[in-house]
């Protein structure tokens, strides 16, 4: 990547499965970084304001409950994370990119609460799941619905036979 890409990662993973130096969650980016956003917790959840074409946009990215949804901890991320988006979407535009660990078009992979809570955070803050629709996912992009308004959003998948990675790959270009 080079001198290219600006980048972010979450602090360093302490648990025994991971290898030296892994990181959960990192943001690259073309754009410049104009400031650093404090999250809940600092090695499941990043968030920088980055300067684009299109104007400002915050990007938070994220991995909910790293041992999946169905662990005890994971309304507690949820919750704390919900309150993040909360106090970080109010003044600009907002991205939210990462392991939701909840689909949103099929029965997968998700909880009823998590998915009342996540989709009830979207509406309250005028964001849309541009990745809702993609089945067997858990994965997504979700952004303010008036930094996108007027730009056609297209979607692009890979690793759909999941050799890669436990997860399919998505990408959104505007």
């Known amino acids: 990547?080079?001198?290219?890409?600006?980048?972010?990662?979450?602090?360093?993973?302490?648990?025994?499965f991971y290898k030296e130096g892994e990181r959960r969650v990192s943001i690259y980016s073309k754009y410049k970084f104009l400031k650093?956003?404090?999250?809940?917790r600092n090695d499941t959840a990043i968030c920088v304001s980055l300067q684009t074409p299109m104007g400002?946009?915050?990007?938070?990215?994220?991995?909910?409950?790293?041992?999946g949804n169905r662990e005890e901890t994971f309304i507690t991320d949820l919750d704390k994370q919900l309150a993040d988006f909360g106090r970080l979407a109010e003044a600009t535009n907002f991205?939210?990119?990462?392991?939701?660990?909840?689909?949103?078009?099929?029965?997968?992979?998700?909880?009823n609460?998590?998915?009342?809570?996540?989709?009830a955070s979207f509406e309250k803050l005028n964001l849309?799941?541009?990745?809702?629709d993609i089945p067997q996912n858990i994965d997504h992009i979700i952004i303010t619905?008036?930094?996108i308004e007027n730009r056609p959003a297209t979607i692009q998948n890979w690793n759909l036979n999941k050799k890669l990675s436990d997860h399919i790959g998505i990408a959104v270009t505007l």
């Not at 990547?1 to 025994?16: D, V």
């Not at 946009?57 to 041992?67: A, F, K, S």
């Not at 991205?95 to 909880?111: R, V």
């Not at 609460?113 to 989709?119: A, D, H």
């Open 1 to 16: 990547m080079g001198n290219l890409y600006n980048s972010i990662h979450s602090s360093k993973a302490e648990e025994a």
């Open 36 to 40: 650093e956003f404090e999250t809940f």
């Open 56 to 67: 400002e946009l915050t990007v938070y990215g994220t991995v909910i409950g790293i041992c």
């Open 95 to 111: 991205c939210i990119s990462g392991d939701l660990n909840m689909t949103f078009s099929d029965n997968y992979y998700y909880t």
């Open 113 to 119: 609460e998590g998915r009342q809570k996540l989709n």
């Open 128 to 132: 849309v799941n541009l990745t809702a």
């Open 145 to 147: 619905k008036s930094f």
